[in-house]
């Protein structure tokens, strides 16, 4: 296998050749389902493990360890969960427990046959059938497999299907099951399936059908299938299907994967393992050291861990810069975790060892772990397009951030800053909303400067605050000096005498004037009623006036009456003149 890493990845002077790595890995791969099924030898099921994970390096156990025996105390109580873990454990020797496959049986027997729990009779029907460690009896597990499989659970209608197509040769049946849990979601009853395609056996479809039957293995192998990725590797080495285009490179992960399973490499991870949490710190090392040049991801980022916490450990006995070796390592891995992403992006920014900065790597490893969901990916390019790095529209792309949307450093930092802020699993403020607030109280603050009216305003204000501050400093002060004065003893007397007779006229010249604004308000005060006086005296001639006009008014009116009198008499008379004449006129014209 650290032959087949090499040519895969082309490191250490070895050529890329992935034909070549592909015949290393196939060969371990090919190996593995049979190793699985045998538990011969010292074998270990494979387990992702960190060791910067504390919540799962907690509840790694040993027959004597607290997990362990809480698990065993809850399974006695008739508890199937803590049951079917415990027989896990112990048959493929998983948390740091030796396997023990007798062991396992035994509560798998009790949680099948006490707690009727699905999973449970279905692993003991299992057990029966294939006889591993315990006396085969295919009657029973069949029971058990009906049983389970009433209850709904899709491993025993697979497993049905199974016994009808090893132990009877129904294929017909057998395909009905298989067809049955591979609805359900099961990935070996697709596997199963592509069997019997492969072997053309299938019932109603004549000879062998290669494309279903690869179809079929390729959805297995993307349930996790060990078979069927070996199938669909083959099929990417040699091309030979329509549906699998010849890719070397394809058929090397697929084998990969399968390989990495091995249960001979699980153990000396597990040994690895096992040495750490012991404080076996050059034991830890070779095992991780071991695993990781064989190309496992989880050894490469745990090793790298090591040589960060015993840095003198790592250059005493591996002579290379083991933290940026694997690191470097595992961010090439199909399925790197975002946290080596970050620590590379950490490596390139600050420059390590004989390794020089580099920015636009940098900002590439943090773009990396953006896009796997990791709010620090964020953050950290954020902080970076602050600090005057340059983003290239591609990474802004990769990120799905549109630069026509975004023309501006600052917008794409809000948006940075917000996607921060939405992965962030903290309830409270995490930093990366404390940045978001800080950069629009920033944006802000530059839109005040770059308004005059805010600007004057704000300068004004400010220049009113200072004046202020001077003025009640120097208050203060000066209280202070006259507090202090009293004090100084009979040493400054003639100081002091002279003191106090500034002070006394100061306090004089302040007293004048005092005065002089007292008889200025007093002039003032004479000054305003001498004007309210004059005043009366205006609105009393206005008033005499306004009296002599009536009288004249009263006059003219009299004056009028009179007139109009004497009219009227003298229309009296005039009448009686008129009435005379034409009395007299009368009596001439009648004569």
Known sequence: MNLGYKHYQGVDSYPLDWELSYAYYSNIATK????????????????????????????QTKEDGDVFMWLKHEATRGNAAAQQRLAQMLFWGQQGVAKNPEAA?????????????????YDYAIVLFKGQGVKKNRRLALELMKKAA??????????????????????????????????????????????????????????RNLTLAGEYFHKAAQGGHIEG?????????????????????KAVVWAKHVAEKNGYLGHVIRKGLNAYLEGLWHEALLYYVLAAETGIEVSQTNLAHICEERPDLAGRYLGVDCVWRYYNFSVFQIDAPSFAYLKMG????????????????SVQMYAQAALD??????????????????????????????PSLHPSNASILRELY?????????????????????????????????????????????????????LYFQCVSGGGGREGGGGGGGGGGEEDEEEEEEEEEEEEEEEEEEE???????????????????????????????????????????????????????EKKTGTKLKASCLVGKCLFCQ
């Open 32 to 59: 593995t389902p049979l190793d699985q099924h045998t538990l011969q030898g010292d074998q270990a099921y494979v387990e992702t493990i960190r060791l910067k994970d504390d919540e799962t390096l907690k509840v």
């Open 105 to 121: 049986i035994e509560w798998y027997a009790k949680g099948a046959l006490e707690t009727e729990d699905p999973a449970l009779i």
């Open 150 to 207: 009433s209850k709904g659970l899709h491993q025993a209608v697979n497993g049905l299907g199974w016994y009808y197509h090893k132990f009877r040769k129904n294929y017909a049946k057998a395909a009905k099951y298989w067809l049955k849990a591979e609805e359900m979601g099961n990935p070996d009853a697709s596997y199963n399936l592509g069997v019997l395609y492969l072997d053309g056996i299938f019932p109603g479809v004549p000879g």
């Open 229 to 249: 990725t070996l199938w669909c590797s083959l099929y990417y080495i040699t091309g030979n299907l329509e549906t699998f285009p010849r890719d070397p490179e």
């Open 346 to 361: 950490d490596l390139y920014y600050y420059g390590h060892q004989n390794q020089s900065q580099d920015l636009e790597l």
């Open 373 to 402: 969901g990791d709010s620090q990916g964020f953050f950290n390019l954020a902080l970076l397009i602050e600090e005057g790095a340059a983003v290239s529209h591609h990474i802004l792309e990769f990120l799905e951030i549109d």
């Open 418 to 470: 917000e996607r921060c802020w939405s992965l962030s699993n903290e309830e409270s403020l995490s930093p990366c909303a404390l940045a978001w607030l800080y950069l629009h109280l920033r944006l802000l603050w530059s839109a005040v400067l770059h308004s005059a009216l805010i600007y004057f305003l704000g300068t004004f204000l400010l220049s009113v605050v200072i004046a202020w501050m001077v």
């Open 516 to 570: 002089e604004e007292e008889e200025e308000e007093e002039e003032e005060e004479e000054e305003e009623e001498e004007e309210e006086e004059e005043e009366e005296e205006e609105e009393e001639e206005e008033e005499e006036e306004e009296e002599e006009e009536e009288e004249e008014e009263e006059e003219e009116e009299e004056e009028e009456e009179e007139e109009e009198e004497e009219e009227e008499e003298e």
